[in-house]
């Protein structure tokens, strides 16, 4: 049976009629949001957090969510890649916050029977564990309150995807997928699932993944809100699946190998999606035909109370993501003020997710040095700088890597322009040629102009 799609999961807005705006705001709260976010367990300490305290009809805070819009990223797969149907959209009808406590993301259907529902993504994508500790990424939910034929085609879901698929979209599943819950047709059960690896087949079982399932302690999943756990163990390798504090699921780097281990843990982090499609691989497998049906009942909202990344352990104690200095892994997010030497730069704060510092003001000429960057004996192919810029009109450049001597040749490189101003940041990813040992890394800034065009707060490499 599969149990997730054959690669990662957005919608256009479509006039929604009276009544079944009428009919969405009648669907019952049966379980109600706790007031916050809950502390965290003694040793562990909270990252990151959302507890959707808006106002009724509120979309969620852009601050800390990206809304997807369409059906599919542009230059990626259509429909996702799951085959799903819906058109995700920033309509408050499909996504707001309720007024309560929780964000509401609601499937509906118009009178051409055109489906809509709503997908969002956290502007983060640095989530990861301190090395050697714990990442714990938890939210309290409630699946639609739907069942039997009606609920055929309703797949909520509670994910996290690899933060090299940002601006690429074709490397899934090596970049890694972690499934903290699933949910299809309205069954009383909930999947955690890991795709990893190639396609189709693979260390994870290309493309269904490494799944379990089990039915939600107590109340159904549909009638009441569970509390959905995943980890990601850096000290003893393993990833883990809760449900109410039961753990029913886990993969250890044993069983798919170092190859693959590797490719999914060592580049910047993961970013967290919150979405409910219709319709797809996963529902169609299951309910063995295809779905959504005309028995399928729209307006059926998936409830988030909050979602909260927690951490533990490691070396330091600090945020995951936090840089090794001087000598460190490649594979680490290094910070871009944690030069040995370097030519134009400034540092200065921002307020990127994460906090810290910056090197700015870069211009042609200018450049970075990063003493024993150590790549291992498995090459490195791919380069992430998290970069923002605030240049003029027809202002742009390179954002280039060279190991050894700033006069080297580049091994990898990409172009930035204007990012929407200089704290609008984003993660771009470049191919590199294939680098493995210690070496001496410099960035490199050239441009055909001679104004500052871009900031960068860190980078890092992916094999």
């Not at 959707?52 to 509120?58: E, I, K, L, S, Y």
């Not at 001087?326 to 370097?342: L, M, V």
């Not at 490195?380 to 390179?398: C, H, I, M």
């Amino acid at each position: 049976m599969p149990v997730s799609p054959p690669v990662p999961r957005r919608k256009r807005l479509l006039a929604i009629g009276a009544a079944v705006a009428a009919a969405v705001a009648v669907v019952p709260l049966t379980n109600p949001a706790q007031a916050d976010v809950p502390p965290p367990d003694s040793g562990w300490s909270e990252v990151w957090s959302d507890d959707f305290d808006g106002a009724a009809g509120a979309l969620p805070s852009r601050d800390n969510w990206i809304l997807d819009i369409g059906h599919g990223y542009p230059g990626g797969p259509p429909n996702w890649g799951t085959g799903e149907i819906a058109y995700h959209t920033d309509n408050p009808a499909n996504v707001s916050t309720d007024g309560q406590g929780n964000l509401r993301i609601t499937p509906l259907r118009d009178g051409a029977g055109n489906w809509t529902s709503a997908r969002i993504e956290t502007q983060r994508a640095d989530f990861r564990p301190p090395s050697g500790g714990v990442l714990r990424i938890e939210g309290r939910i409630q699946m639609p309150n739907v069942t039997g034929d009606a609920a055929l085609g309703y797949w909520p879901a509670f994910w996290a995807l690899g933060a090299p698929y940002r601006g690429n979209y074709w490397n899934w599943p090596g970049i890694g997928e972690y499934d903290i819950m699933e949910n299809v047709n309205g069954i009383n059960s909930v999947w955690g699932v890991l795709h990893c690896g190639v396609a189709p087949g693979g260390p994870c079982n290309e493309n269904n993944g490494l799944g379990a399932s089990r039915p939600c302690p107590g109340a159904s999943c549909q009638s009441a809100f569970h509390t959905y756990r995943f980890e990601w163990d850096d000290g003893a390798n393993e990833l883990r699946w809760y449900v109410d504090g039961q753990q029913y699921h886990s993969v250890s780097e044993s069983q798919i190998g170092a190859d693959a281990w590797n490719q999914m843990t060592t580049h910047a982090g993961y970013f967290i999606i919150l979405n409910v499609a219709m319709g797809g691989a996963f529902p169609n497998g299951v309910a063995g035909r295809g779905t959504p049906v005309p028995e399928t009942v729209p307006g059926h909202p998936m409830l988030v109370d909050y979602v909260a990344v927690f951490s533990r352990g490691g070396g330091d104690g600090g945020d995951p993501g936090d840089p090794p200095g001087d000598g460190g892994s490649a594979y680490d997010r290094i910070q871009a003020e944690g030069f040995t030497q370097q030519t134009g730069l400034q540092t200065g704060g921002t307020t990127d997710a994460g906090g810290g510092s910056y090197v700015g003001w870069a211009a042609n000429g200018d450049w970075a040095r990063y003493d024993d960057i150590d790549f291992g004996s498995t090459p490195a192919r791919q380069f992430e700088a998290r970069v923002s810029s605030g240049a003029g009109g027809g202002v742009s450049g390179l954002v280039e890597v060279r190991l050894g001597s700033r006069t080297a040749p580049p091994i990898g490189s990409f172009a930035i322009g204007n990012t929407g101003g200089w704290e609008s940041w984003r993660t771009v990813p470049a191919n590199i040629s294939p680098t493995t040992g210690v070496h001496d890394v410099y960035l490199t800034f050239t441009s055909g102009q001679p104004a500052d065009f871009v900031n960068v707060n860190w980078f890092t490499f992916v094999r």
